[in-house]
């Protein structure tokens, strides 16, 4: 069965440093998102993109945070300048095409800014 | 604003019982679709149940099966005949049927299977 992928599983960054957090989505689907998970807390959203722009973005995802579909697999979030309370479980998801369809999780990403 | 709200922290259950986690809703919607995901120690979210709100139907899932109250804004998910492996972080979470698409979690609750 298909699934999204994630690399890194961990991440060790210092503070002020950029990351990029890489994820291979379903092959076929269209829609692709961030959520992070800061320890012990829920799941919130980050960012949306489809068609090659931002469809939606929360107030977390400032200036810092960047996404980019570099090529036809892979799409990425870029954190320009690394904070303690950065230090979270990042999870990318994607959908196929119609509204309805579900959002399909990857493994995620544990970033840890020291 | 939508939130969805899981008053129960943790709970435990014997194995081969049944057990009924809780979730409440807040939406002005009448669209709108709700899911319970399960997040093991991989950390993992896997989705485990959607359903649709226009449905009257519960939905069901082998083992998993949710009791779904619209007038209530109820959604809560019956685990029978739990498993070891049934333990986890399980999250309720909501998604506008439109404009918004992203999805809004609980808080969750860590759910123990007692051998």
């Known amino acids: 069965e298909p699934e999204v992928t994630q690399t890194p599983s961990h991440q060790v960054t210092q503070m002020g440093q950029e990351v990029i957090l890489r994820c291979v989505p379903i092959?076929?689907?269209?829609?692709f998102y961030w959520y992070r998970q800061i320890l012990g807390q829920k799941v919130e959203f980050l960012v949306s993109?489809?068609?090659?722009?931002?469809?939606?973005k929360s107030e977390i995802f400032d200036d810092q945070f960047s996404v980019e579909r570099p090529d036809g697999s892979n799409f990425t979030l870029k954190i320009r300048s690394t904070k303690l309370e950065d230090s979270a479980m990042y999870f990318c998801?994607?959908?196929?095409?119609?509204?309805?369809?579900?959002?399909?999780f990857g493994p995620g990403t544990r970033l840890t800014v020291l | 604003a939508q939130t969805v709200t899981q008053s129960q922290p943790e709970m435990s259950v014997q194995e081969a019982e049944t057990v009924t986690l809780s979730c409440t809703y807040d939406t002005s919607e009448s669209d709108y679709y709700l899911f319970w995901y399960k997040q093991p120690p991989s950390r993992q979210m896997i989705l485990v149940i959607r359903q649709e709100a226009y449905k009257q139907q519960n939905a069901t899932e082998n083992r998993f099966s949710v009791n779904f109250q619209k007038a209530a804004k109820s959604f809560s998910l019956k685990i029978s005949d739990s498993q070891l492996g049934d333990a986890a972080m399980y999250f309720c979470a909501y998604r506008s049927g439109g404009g918004d698409d992203k999805i809004i979690f609980g808080k969750g609750t860590r759910l123990h299977i007692l051998p």
């Open positions: 092959s076929n689907h269209l829609y």
């Open positions: 998801a994607s959908r196929w095409l119609i509204r309805t369809d579900t959002q399909y």
């Open positions: 993109f489809y068609n090659n722009e931002i469809s939606e």
